[in-house]
């Protein structure tokens, strides 16, 4: 019998499922190297590999098999081939722009453990997706709002969350449509660097996302009274702010945001909410290429007073923060800290905060791979954005599965 490989699901599988892989038909205790391989939409190659050891029946399961040391990890890793692929090009992140193709992952069953590929014995090639059949994705252009919104399938009503990104711009729907595979209608939203956008915002009206959420509110599939918000970085700013201002939010997962004003000041029918000062002298270099920004603001806890701080103490919502231990880019974990001991002392009890170590500023759906050096999107330099492989993996799963759990119970 040659040797192939048996995968489950056999060709198709969402992006942010288990993949099962085994390999039969090999000889009793052959040592074989495995590889994957996928391709991003500029043609960008990433890459994993491990070294395995086959069973007495020729048989190879990496649910029972550890990988051996000298490959992309080692250990019992049943999917290290995934959350392993790293870019070939350095610096280079992972992003799907458009999500109604899959990606297109490559298998490969290399005889022996050397440093260079041996003979190649079996590959295969599975579809990593990011909608499942029946979901729908509809572009939303309604009075300023540029969105598109994922909706599950069926005719019911569905728990409604707006998904918010961080600095950089345009319209990112890999989140919001991995979301709705899951049973929530997800408006991915867009808010400068986008058709007819501003391009370079002298503030962010707080008015522009509670048109969002009034579109939520008003749509049939939607189920209210209110809505969720998910925000990473400066769109976990974004949505901590709307819930101290608006009505109808009724829970907030902020991933390693800022609980202050940060880069483009925040406003609110007369308000104002002014950011923080960036000091660059700040910054820290870690070597001579990369620098650490966390420390580039000041302590927003040590001015009373302080304008810059999001009244969270205003909001009715319920909030999840998510912080990783290991993010350069911003203070999260201190702030998420400092935030609900204010939210405390004011008898407020609805906060929770999940932190991750060895887990930096990006904490992305699972099997996205790890993104630690990219660049700042305020200084356009090489930052250190954090985090080491294995660690962000086991985090990654488990910030999914209670991101949804959370919108469950309070939606």
């Known amino acids: 019998m040659a040797p192939s490989i048996r995968l489950s699901p056999a060709a198709r599988s969402?992006?942010?499922?288990?993949?099962?892989?085994?390999v039969q038909g090999l000889g009793p205790r052959q040592q074989v190297t495995l590889r994957t391989s996928l391709r991003d939409e500029t043609g960008e190659l990433f890459q994993a590999s491990a070294r395995y050891q086959a069973g007495d029946d020729g048989q190879l399961d990496l649910a029972r098999c550890p990988a051996?040391?000298?490959?992309?990890?080692?250990?019992?890793?049943?999917?290290?081939?995934?959350?392993?692929?790293?870019?070939?090009?350095?610096?280079?992140?992972?992003?799907k722009r458009d999500v109604q193709s899959p990606f297109l992952l490559q298998l490969e069953v290399f005889e022996g453990h050397g440093g260079r590929p041996g003979r190649l014995l079996a590959q295969a090639q599975h579809e990593r997706a990011f909608l499942r059949d029946g979901v729908r994705r509809v572009?939303?252009?309604?009075?300023?709002?540029?969105?598109?919104?994922?909706?599950?399938?069926?005719?019911?009503?569905?728990?409604?969350?707006?998904?918010i990104h961080g600095l950089g711009g345009g319209l990112l729907e890999s989140r919001a449509s991995?979301?709705?595979?899951?049973?929530?209608?997800?408006?991915?939203?867009?808010?400068?660097?986008?058709?007819?956008?501003?391009?370079?915002?002298?503030?962010?009206?707080?008015?522009?996302?509670?048109?969002?959420?009034?579109?939520?509110?008003?749509?049939p599939q939607v189920k209210g009274p209110g809505v969720g918000l998910l925000g990473f970085s400066k769109g976990g700013e974004v949505s901590l702010a709307m819930a101290a201002f608006m009505k109808n939010i009724m829970a907030v997962a902020s991933l390693n945001a800022p609980v202050v004003a940060t880069c483009i000041p925040l406003s609110y029918k007369d308000k104002i909410i002014p950011t923080m000062t960036l000091y660059e002298h700040k910054a820290k270099a870690i070597n001579s290429k990369f620098l650490d920004y966390s420390d580039v603001i000041d302590d927003p806890f040590q001015a009373p007073g302080n304008q810059s701080l999001i009244p969270l103490e205003k909001a009715e919502a319920q909030f999840l923060f998510i912080v990783g231990q290991d993010d350069h880019v911003v203070k999260s974990e201190y702030y998420a800290t400092e935030v609900c001991k204010l939210l405390q002392a004011q008898g407020k009890e609805?906060?929770?905060?999940?932190?991750?170590?060895?887990?930096?500023?990006?904490?992305?759906?699972?099997?996205?791979?790890?993104?630690?050096?990219?660049?700042?999107?305020?200084?356009h330099k090489?930052?250190?954005?954090?985090?080491?492989?294995?660690?962000?993996?086991?985090?990654?799963?488990?910030?999914?599965?209670q991101i949804q759990a959370f919108f469950k119970k309070y939606l």
Not at 68 to 95: D, T
Not at 382 to 401: D, T
């Open 382 to 401: 090489r930052a250190v954005l954090g985090g080491e492989l294995r660690a962000y993996s086991k985090a990654q799963v488990h910030a999914w599965s």
């Open 350 to 379: 609805k906060f929770q905060i999940l932190s991750y170590p060895g887990t930096g500023h990006c904490i992305e759906p699972p099997f996205f791979p790890l993104y630690p050096i990219g660049s700042h999107p305020v200084f």
């Open 68 to 95: 051996l040391p000298g490959g992309s990890f080692s250990g019992l890793e049943p999917m290290g081939l995934l959350w392993a692929l790293q870019p070939q090009k350095p610096f280079w992140r992972l992003v």
């Open 14 to 22: 969402l992006f942010d499922e288990p993949l099962a892989i085994a």
């Open 178 to 219: 991995l979301l709705a595979n899951h049973g929530f209608a997800t408006l991915a939203l867009a808010y400068y660097q986008f058709e007819d956008l501003p391009q370079e915002p002298k503030e962010l009206q707080l008015e522009y996302f509670e048109e969002a959420v009034n579109y939520m509110l008003q749509h």
């Open 139 to 163: 572009p939303v252009r309604e009075g300023r709002i540029r969105a598109t919104l994922f909706l599950p399938p069926g005719e019911d009503t569905f728990p409604g969350i707006i998904d």
